[in-house]
C-alpha cells in the first residue's frame, strides 16, 4: 500500500485547506482512512479517520467543528477539508490506512498510531498567526 499526502501549505489563521491521499497497491475500500499530524517536537497525535465504507467518521476533538472528512472509493483518495486553520494546527499531517474495522465501536477508538498500518509521507501545514 503506497498513501500519498498533498495539499499542505503556509496559510493564515482563519483560512482554510484541503488535503489529499492518494492511495495505490491496494483495495482501497477495505481500509479505514485516518489523518494524524506531528507538530515540532511533539508526538504523532489523531485527527481524523472515515470508516471502510465512508458510513462512520471521527474526529479529535481539537478539529471536531473545523474539519470534514471525506473518501471518494473511486479515486482512491482520502480529504481532509481545514476550515478556520489555527496556528496551533502546525504541523505535518499524515494519511494512514488501517483495516476496516468492521465493529463501530472498535472504529471509533482507533484512534493510536498502532491502529492504522499504512502510512503516507506527510505534508507540511504552517499557520501564520
Known amino acids: 500500500v503506497q498513501l500519498q499526502a498533498s495539499g499542505g501549505g503556509l496559510v493564515q489563521a482563519g483560512d482554510s485547506l484541503r488535503l489529499s491521499c492518494a492511495a495505490s497497491?491496494?483495495?482501497?475500500?477495505?481500509?479505514?482512512m485516518g489523518w494524524f499530524r506531528q507538530a515540532p517536537g511533539k508526538v504523532r497525535e489523531f485527527v481524523s479517520a472515515?470508516?471502510?465504507?465512508?458510513?462512520?467518521?471521527n474526529y479529535a476533538d481539537s478539529v471536531k467543528s473545523r474539519c470534514i472528512i471525506s473518501r471518494d472509493n473511486a479515486r482512491i483518495t482520502v480529504y481532509l477539508q481545514m476550515n478556520s486553520l489555527k496556528p496551533e494546527d502546525t504541523a505535518v499531517y499524515f494519511c494512514?490506512?488501517?483495516?476496516?474495522?468492521?465493529?463501530?465501536?472498535?472504529?471509533?477508538?482507533?484512534?493510536?498510531?498502532?491502529?492504522?498500518?499504512?502510512w503516507g509521507q506527510g505534508t507540511l501545514v504552517t499557520v501564520s498567526s
Open positions: 494512514a490506512a488501517g483495516p476496516p474495522y468492521y465493529d463501530v465501536s472498535r472504529f471509533y477508538s482507533a484512534r493510536g498510531a498502532n491502529d492504522y498500518d499504512y
Open positions: 497497491g491496494c483495495t482501497f475500500s477495505r481500509y479505514t
Open positions: 472515515i470508516s471502510w465504507n465512508g458510513g462512520s467518521t
